[in-house]
């Protein structure tokens, strides 16, 4: 396996997803304050991804969800 360290916005990048790893989604989208990656992902790529997560209900820890991209480039096939 390679990896490579890239410095920079990972909204930025040249990929195809992004992976958002949002603590546990118990907190209503709505009162979250987001910063890091999710953040970055609200101010950008909109609420979308939020609330399409939020209609999960509460994820259990170590699983994870897949949304659309919002108004962010990146591709989702599910």
């Known amino acids: 396996?390679?990896?490579e360290l890239v410095h920079g916005d990972i909204l930025d990048?040249?990929?195809e997803v992004i992976v958002n790893s949002w603590n546990?989604?118990?907190?209503p989208w709505w009162l979250l304050l987001?910063?890091?990656?999710?953040?970055?992902i609200k101010k950008r790529g909109g609420t979308g991804?939020?609330?399409?997560?939020a209609k999960f209900g509460a994820i259990p820890l170590g699983e994870a969800r897949i949304t659309s991209a919002g108004g962010?480039?990146?591709?989702?096939r599910y």
């Open 49 to 53: 991804p939020f609330k399409e997560v």
């Open 24 to 27: 546990r989604n118990i907190i």
């Open 13 to 15: 990048q040249d990929v």
């Open 1 to 3: 396996m390679n990896y």
């Open 72 to 76: 962010l480039p990146f591709k989702c």
């Open 34 to 40: 987001p910063q890091g990656v999710s953040g970055a």
